[in-house]
């Protein structure tokens, strides 16, 4: 790579990692073949046409396309389409929407990819090479690598560290895949990462091709590995004396296999899922069954289109469930955690609206909550444990259960806990794969199939092969994790207070395709309308402008989110900006919404809303003055009161000064992260908000600041810092973040889906988790601030959702005849010491 690359991977890549690393490795016998290398030119168009051609590369979502328009004269381009649907609009949207510009001012393909949107920008230039050489006629010749190890560097999830891949080639071939197997030479979370090595390095090897399809719910790490492994492969190239440009034989988008083919399957249970509460469904559904046919095989079937089970739960933690019976005599002397009732009573109040009207149904919570301590101790009898019991929220006592272990309270990090529970979910799959359940991966459901109140299954297909099928079942239970990340669904749905796209933590495979499905079908929703689970915040995405840090060893340790050495950056100092609670917070109304400083975590009581930022949609802008500005540079965030672990870099720390704060704005600026205007009015044109209602805001509340009480929302003098008169002034705009949505279909107290008369069972259809959450929410409200709710929900609506819908099957149906068990299931009702 030339030196500007080299810089700019400087900046990147953050550290070598690769250092006699210990390897985690797949491997294939060699393969060989002749290859392809772009850059002998068989001769041009006629001078002076201009000729189009288009290419497709993989990108972070979903293929990316390029129209190109060159003169081949001037062999420059002077027109360019870019069209990525399934990029996300905030990152990759980005880089879509600018490189066409770029592209053609610069007349070539020698340029620079958009910072923050790394994985799109290089599915652009790579396209573009390959378009650009069509269009001027340039040919294929031999590829030859020096046969050897070469590593390459990806920039993984965290946007911290990078992700090392080493390829073995020969002269023609990818023979062997390699990451490091220690997680302190990487920073990808090791389950999710687990899949790519199963799954995409393979495939990389069997195709010979880089182009293959990322791994569903492995998305940033599978884009880390192409990176790092194109890297690579051009090295190789280059020292065999190939130019680099001959990588566009590792692009090939390989044929899907199997499409056109169509395989019909047949079961008394379907669940289309894998996450977490699905698994536990699969399961509760396998012991039901035998329950009534007398201890037989099971006719069941699993569907996920991800790579991986486990889902968004396996990242989680807290479950909230009320005084499991048998787990209380283990743990707390047989004594109750928490007053249930009381529990129920302050849920009541928070599901009612500010007209006396009840927005969640009161059975289905109260079922919930009865029942909540009896999935606890279910989880149990199948070799769950948990970490030490946490106090809980507006209530006295605990009912909190983390798996395996408690933030702050018992040791080890959320990457160890990751690992222990992708264990536990590997062995509930296993037992019932034992009593004949079937699962197949990266299989998507995307219709469901009805006989008129009935579903009697649903329409699938393999994304990898592009085999499809029809599956029919007696009884279907859906867990898809609700619709965060719909961008559609996010404007079509909720409230226009609460509407607009939003980042989401996790692993993105949340698009509410069966959702739609069901509703199409009839089914009837619960708060649609209210707004996404409202968590954390984030910046539209992470400045990647300055060198990250490492605390030293004795100063922070590891960090309990990544596993890994604690970290700070400047790259963090815009989010810092705009959630800092001494400035001041406007929303896309020029208005203020909120007590600054009293903004993000949870509330004072359990009616109150949860993150009160919340308050201002989806997004909204915190603005300051350069005096204001000079107060940090001098003096650091004096009032930050929590770092969002997911969606900054390690932070910045606190009461520390910002010498070089101006050169941050810049980067923030030049990268759309933040703005800059000599005047208010000029500052509130950048941003789109109206600059009477702005001017009117300051000036209120600069008459708070100066007499030391904030007559509107309450916040300390120690935090109202007026913003003064004389520019240049800034903003930074801050998305309103969280864990997916809350809203969804509606369901009854045995979990049932209804109609759209919110009466009438849709037959054999059940839904679980976010995908029927709503029904215990407040649709005025944000994500009930109780604590471990989205995941209580998940696990014991699962659970009863497997029990009903394996009686429905038998009552109404009959079970399927199935050969008797070989061995007997697993987990028993045994209890013992943690």
């Known amino acids: 790579m030339g030196e500007k690359e080299k810089n700019d991977f400087a900046i990147i890549s953050r550290r070598g990692f690769l250092k006699n690393a210990a390897i985690g490795t797949v491997a294939v016998a060699g393969l060989g073949g002749a290859g392809v290398l772009v850059g002998c030119d068989s001769g041009e168009a006629a001078a002076g046409s201009v000729v189009s051609a288009t290419a497709t590369s993989q990108g972070h979502g979903g293929p990316v396309t390029v129209t190109l328009d060159v003169d081949t004269g001037q062999k420059k381009i002077v027109g360019c389409e870019i069209t990525g649907d399934e990029e996300t609009p905030e990152i990759g949207g980005r880089a879509i929407a600018q490189m066409p510009e770029i592209l053609v001012d610069a007349g070539g393909i020698a340029v620079d990819g958009i910072s923050g949107a790394t994985v799109t920008s290089t599915a652009i230039l790579s396209a573009s090479t390959s378009a650009y050489n069509q269009a001027l006629g340039i040919t294929a010749g031999e590829v030859k690598m020096a046969p050897g190890q070469y590593t390459g560097e990806g920039l993984g999830y965290w946007g911290i560290w990078n992700l090392p891949v080493t390829i073995t080639v020969n002269e023609t071939s990818i023979l062997k895949i390699e990451t490091p197997s220690d997680r302190f030479e990487h920073g990808e979370t090791e389950v999710i990462l687990q899949s790519v090595i199963d799954n995409l390095f393979p495939r990389i090897i069997e195709c010979q091709s880089i182009a293959v399809d990322s791994i569903t719910g492995a998305t940033a790490s599978s884009n880390a590995a192409k990176i790092a492994i194109e890297q690579a492969l051009k090295e190789a190239l280059v020292a065999g004396g190939s130019d680099e440009s001959a990588i566009e034989h590792f692009k090939n988008l390989p044929a899907k296999p199997k499409e056109g083919e169509t395989e019909e399957l047949d079961c008394d249970i379907l669940v289309v899922g894998m996450g977490g509460g699905c698994i536990m469904a699969y399961r509760s559904a396998m012991e039901q ?37 048998r787990y209380k005599q283990i743990d707390n002397n047989g004594e109750d955690w928490v007053d249930g009732q009381q529990l129920y009573d302050l849920w009541m109040e928070y599901i009612t609206r500010e007209d006396g009207t009840i927005a969640g149904k009161p059975d289905v919570l109260k079922t919930f909550l009865d029942e909540s301590g009896n999935t606890i101790d279910w989880m149990y009898s199948l070799g769950w444990r948990f970490g030490t019991m946490k106090t809980a929220r507006y209530v006295d006592g605990s009912d909190l259960f983390n798996a395996v272990l408690t933030s702050n309270l018992d040791n ?3 990457e160890d806990r990751r690992k222990i529970v992708d264990q536990y979910y590997r062995s509930v799959v296993a037992s019932v794969v034992a009593q004949g359940g079937k699962y197949m991966l990266e299989t998507e459901a995307y219709e469901y199939i009805s006989d008129g109140d009935t579903v009697t299954g649903v329409k699938a297909r393999n994304n990898v092969t592009g085999k499809e099928y029809v599956i029919r079942a007696k009884a279907v239970i859906q867990g898809t994790g609700g619709f965060g990340s719909n961008t559609e669904m996010l404007e079509k749905y909720p409230d226009p207070k609460w509407a607009g796209p939003r980042k989401v933590v996790g692993t993105g495979m949340d698009d509410g395709k069966m959702l739609e499905a069901a509703i199409a079908i009839g089914a009837g929703t619960w708060n649609m309308d209210m707004m996404p689970m409202c968590t954390c915040s984030a910046l539209e995405h992470k400045l990647a402008a300055f060198e990250i840090n490492f605390y030293g060893a004795d100063e922070k340790g590891l960090n309990g989110h990544t596993g890994r050495q604690s970290t700070w950056t400047l790259n963090d100092v815009p989010l810092g900006m705009g959630i800092d609670g001494g400035a001041l917070f406007v929303d896309k109304n020029g208005k ?5 400083a009293d903004a993000f975590g949870w509330p004072a009581t359990a009616t109150e809303n949860s993150w009160k930022a919340c308050a201002a ?17 001098d ?23 910002i010498p070089e704060i101006y050169d941050v704005i810049d980067a923030a600026i030049a990268d759309g992260l933040m703005w800059k205007g000599d005047t208010l009015d000029d500052l509130a044109g950048q941003i789109g908000i109206d600059a009477n209602a702005l001017n009117n805001t300051i000036e209120q509340y600069n008459s708070y600041c100066a007499s030391g009480t904030d007559k509107e929302f309450g916040k300390t003098e120690d935090a109202l810092t007026a913003i003064k008169q004389e520019g240049p002034y800034y903003a930074v705009k801050i ?18 889906v209804l109609k759209d008369d919110n009466e009438t069972p849709i037959q054999g259809l059940y839904a679980i988790g976010l995908d029927s959450m709503g029904v215990i929410e407040n649709n005025e409200m944000n994500y009930p601030a109780f604590g471990g709710v989205a995941q209580g929900w998940l696990c014991t609506s699962a659970r009863l959702a497997g029990i009903n819908a394996a009686t429905f099957v038998h009552e109404t149906y009959g079970l399927a005849e199935v050969d008797p068990a070989l061995v007997e299931s697993v987990g028993s009702m045994t209890f013992g010491n943690k």
Request: proline share 4%; glycine share 12%; net charge positive.
């Open 289 to 325: 069954v035998q329950k009534l046919n007398n201890g037989k095989m099971v006719s069941i079937i699993a569907i996920e289109k991800a790579g991986k089970f486990g889902g968004k739960s396996a990242l989680t933690h807290e479950t909230l469930a009320v005084n499991p019976p």
């Open 412 to 414: 080890g990090t959320y």
């Open 592 to 596: 203020r919404f909120v007590n600054e």
């Open 617 to 633: 949609g989806n997004y909204f802008y915190a603005v300051y003055s350069t005096d204001q500005v000079e107060l940090l540079k």
């Open 635 to 657: 003096n650091g965030f004096t009032h930050v009161s929590r770092w969002e672990s997911y969606n900054a870099q390690g932070g910045y720390p606190d009461k520390t000064p």
């Open 735 to 752: 998305i309103n973040a969280g864990f997916g949505t809350a809203a969804g279909l509606n369901v009854d107290a045995q979990i049932r």
